[in-house]
């Protein structure tokens, strides 16, 4: 009954921002961490960020200093703010969490379909 869907990736030159958002339908009951990853041509998925229910939030080395993860409870979406791309930022980004839905017994991992961001002049 949960769905996630991202938005916001697209084409950006190099120096430049984008701002993804991942919004979860249903009716969520909690969530207890909400995160980014990535997947560049030719590697593995990486973790980017995390947030967890508290707010505590954690990052890649890599994105440290330039992307922010933050997070709107109300409307059950979490966004990465991405600034100074670097062509290196090139992958597909996907949304994941754990919560626990209306009618769900427990909490369970979600994954959304991913957006491209592409980052090249």
């Known amino acids: 009954q949960v769905q996630l869907v991202e938005s916001g990736g697209g084409l950006v030159q190099p120096g430049g921002s984008l701002r993804l958002s991942c919004a979860a339908s249903?009716?969520?009951?909690?969530?207890?961490?909400m995160g980014w990853y990535r997947q560049a041509p030719g590697k593995q998925r990486e973790l980017v960020a995390t947030i967890t229910r508290g707010g505590n939030t954690n990052y890649a080395d890599s994105v440290k200093g330039r992307f922010t993860i933050s997070k709107d409870n109300a409307k059950n979406t979490v966004y990465l703010q991405m600034n100074s791309l670097k062509p290196e930022d090139t992958a597909v980004y996907y949304c994941?969490?754990?919560?626990?839905?209306?009618?769900?017994?427990?909490?369970?991992?979600?994954w959304g379909q991913g957006t491209q961001v592409t980052v090249s002049s």
């Open positions: 249903g009716t969520i009951l909690s969530i207890n961490v």
């Open positions: 994941s969490g754990n919560l626990r839905r209306l009618g769900g017994p427990r909490s369970s991992d979600y």
